[in-house]
């Protein structure tokens, strides 16, 4: 047991991890927004904060980078990205991070552009930012897209393309799962468009076992524990292939972490402690009452986060 934890400790110093943070709205106060929005006062705090911590600030694309060359990813590293492309980040953080060159990545909502909703940027505005940081698509019509079919979701992915194109004049590389919500269809489905990186809302901490199709970010708003968040890790688990049929075993083994048990958030109400030996595991799961996307989320106590797809059968 005790080469196993320095094996742990040693593999664990070799990658360094990055944290991608997911903005929304900023200085919207409605109640309705408060779980998305920050104040524009706030965000430059935490902005000055993370500098004086010593963070460097980076692009996506050169995470992306490092994870798809098995690259090390630059240390004490932070991505900024903004979802939906309100007009409030146009009015308040983007001054902010083009003062400050800081690099950023805006995900836009292209029915929301297209159709001219009201607090939403213009495809002009996207133009303007676009000179000082990276754009990616999120979606058309920014529904769940587990509950879509696969012609539905492709027809989706193909008019948000289309009109992205259109107005900016180059393919996305980046994509944003609307409200984070996906499944293994869904991954899928998209990879097939050739997206470099699809992004969730899963929580965690970025490293080099992090899957390019399912890159963790870390949600922010007002009601953030900011410091607690920039304090989580990445959980490197590796999973056996499940067992056909209703009852899966799902067994497997975490790399970066010494401890003597997981937690494992099944579905509301079934979160278990599973008992780890020389860093295995192992445990049963009734697919007919795992959540509805089929994804088990591992966690520890000294707040390391991965989150894993089940295969369907």
Same mark, same amino acid.
């Not at 991890?17 to 997911?22: E, V």
């Not at 999973?239 to 509301?268: D, E, F, H």
């Given at each position: 047991?005790?080469?196993?934890?320095?094996?742990?400790?040693?593999?664990?110093?070799?990658?360094?991890?990055?944290?991608?943070?997911?903005?929304?709205?900023?200085?919207?106060?409605?109640?309705? &927004?408060?779980?998305?929005?920050?104040?524009?006062?706030?965000?430059?705090?935490?902005?000055?904060?993370?500098?004086?911590?010593?963070?460097?600030?980076?692009?996506?694309?050169?995470?992306?980078?490092?994870?798809?060359?098995?690259?090390?990813?630059?240390?004490?590293?932070?991505?900024?990205?903004?979802?939906?492309?309100?007009?409030?980040? &146009?009015?308040?953080?983007?001054?902010?991070?083009?003062?400050?060159?800081?690099?950023?990545?805006?995900?836009?909502?292209?029915?929301?552009?297209?159709?001219?909703?009201? *607090?939403?940027?213009?495809?002009?505005?996207?133009?303007?930012?676009?000179?000082?940081?990276?754009?990616?698509?999120?979606?058309? =019509?920014?529904?769940?897209?587990?509950?879509?079919?696969?012609?539905?979701?492709?027809?989706?992915?193909? *008019?948000?393309?289309?009109?992205?194109?259109?107005?900016?004049?180059?393919?996305?590389?980046?994509?944003?799962?609307?409200?984070?919500?996906?499944?293994?269809?869904?991954?899928?489905?998209?990879?097939?468009?050739?997206?470099?990186?699809?992004?969730?809302?899963?929580?965690?901490?970025?490293?080099?076992?992090?899957?390019?199709?399912?890159?963790?970010?870390? =949600?922010?708003?007002?009601?953030?524990?900011?410091?607690?968040?920039?304090?989580?890790?990445?959980?490197?688990?590796?999973?056996?292939?499940?067992?056909?049929?209703?009852?899966?075993?799902?067994?497997?083994?975490?790399?970066?972490?010494?401890?003597?048990?997981?937690?494992?958030?099944?579905?509301?109400?079934?979160?278990?402690?599973? =008992?780890?030996?020389?860093?295995?595991?192992?445990?049963?799961?009734?697919?007919?009452?795992?959540?509805?996307?089929?994804?088990?989320?591992?966690?520890?106590?000294?707040?390391?986060?991965?989150?894993?797809?089940?295969?369907?059968?």
């Amino acid at each position: 047991m005790r080469h196993f934890l320095l094996l742990v400790v040693f593999c664990a110093s070799l990658f360094a991890d990055a944290h991608i943070l997911c903005y929304h709205r900023f200085d919207d106060p409605k109640p309705k &927004y408060k779980h998305t929005n920050i104040s524009s006062k706030s965000f430059l705090s935490q902005i000055n904060s993370l500098k004086a911590d010593g963070k460097k600030f980076v692009s996506l694309s050169s995470i992306v980078t490092a994870l798809k060359t098995s690259k090390k990813i630059e240390a004490n590293a932070v991505s900024i990205s903004v979802d939906d492309a309100y007009k409030s980040f &146009y009015e308040k953080a983007f001054p902010i991070l083009r003062d400050a060159k800081i690099p950023f990545t805006l995900c836009v909502y292209v029915e929301a552009i297209d159709k001219k909703y009201g *607090d939403y940027m213009t495809w002009e505005q996207i133009k303007e930012v676009s000179k000082y940081g990276e754009i990616a698509l999120h979606s058309y =019509a920014h529904k769940d897209l587990s509950k879509l079919s696969a012609d539905e979701l492709k027809k989706d992915t193909t *008019d948000a393309l289309a009109s992205f194109e259109k107005h900016m004049g180059f393919k996305p590389k980046q994509y944003a799962y609307p409200f984070g919500l996906y499944n293994i269809d869904v991954k899928n489905t998209l990879k097939s468009f050739g997206f470099e990186a699809i992004l969730t809302v899963d929580g965690g901490a970025v490293n080099s076992q992090s899957d390019v199709h399912q890159i963790e970010r870390i =949600a922010v708003s007002e009601e953030t524990d900011f410091k607690l968040s920039m304090g989580v890790k990445p959980l490197d688990i590796t999973l056996g292939k499940p067992n056909a049929g209703a009852q899966k075993t799902i067994a497997g083994s975490v790399q970066n972490y010494g401890g003597k048990t997981i937690k494992l958030y099944v579905a509301k109400g079934d979160v278990r402690t599973i =008992a780890l030996k020389e860093g295995k595991f192992e445990t049963t799961v009734d697919m007919a009452k795992v959540n509805s996307k089929h994804k088990l989320i591992f966690y520890t106590d000294d707040h390391r986060y991965r989150a894993k797809l089940i295969e369907k059968d």
